[in-house]
């Protein structure tokens, strides 16, 4: 197994490729801290090694944050945590963890169209540019014009998400929904 690195906008996030799927096309998984990796095998040893302090599952990419370490002392334990998983033939996920479903809110129907086109934008022009970067955004809610959104992998603590969120996101959905007045990450 060869797997590939690619560095991210973020120079404390790495972007690992194994050479096949992880979780599947449009599937996410965001383990922000150790605890939540919990459910994922392969993540909970990533945060073994010392200085990972975030990891994400893409489609066919993981991304792996770190603090205070320096990627040419962690990076080689990354990719043999990552090979030893894939090797192994053990689930990614255990059997009914699922990422937790995004908060459910009462829309009107003006709303709800409102919220399905947001929607409809976020899955077919924004996440996939953003899972090349090695993260995510994902809808978290919509209310009075503002559009809240959750940024993962990559993105989280990115020096460039604010950018990224303002004059790329909010601009293109200002445009194709003149509803939206704003975006924020929570």
């Known amino acids: 197994m060869f797997i590939q690195t690619e560095s991210t906008p973020n ?12 979780l599947g096309e449009g599937q996410a998984a965001d383990f922000p801290n150790a605890e939540a990796a919990g ?3 392969l993540a909970a040893r990533l945060f073994e090694i010392e200085g990972v302090t975030g990891v994400f599952y893409g489609a066919d990419f993981i991304t792996v944050t770190k603090q205070d370490a320096e ?3 962690i990076k080689p334990a990354i990719l043999g945590a ?6 192994s033939g053990a689930p990614l996920l ?4 699922e990422e937790p479903a995004a908060p459910q809110a009462n829309y009107t129907e003006e709303e709800a169209e409102i919220v399905d086109q947001i929607i409809e934008l976020l899955e077919t022009r924004v996440r996939p540019v953003v899972a090349q970067d090695g993260g995510d955004i994902t809808f978290r809610g919509y209310e ?16 460039a998400s604010t950018q990224t969120l303002k004059n790329g996101v909010e601009n293109m959905l200002r445009h194709y ?6 975006v924020r990450a929570v």
Do not use: Y
């Open 39 to 41: 459910r994922s095998p």
């Open 177 to 182: 929904v003149p509803e939206v007045t704003e």
């Open 82 to 87: 990552i090979m030893e998983h894939f090797t």
């Open 94 to 97: 255990e059997s009914g963890a």
């Open 71 to 73: 990627w040419q002392h």
């Open 11 to 22: 120079p404390a996030t790495l972007k690992f490729l194994p050479g096949r799927d992880v």
């Open 144 to 159: 009075d014009g503002i559009v809240l959104l959750n940024m993962q992998g990559a993105c989280a603590g990115c020096p």
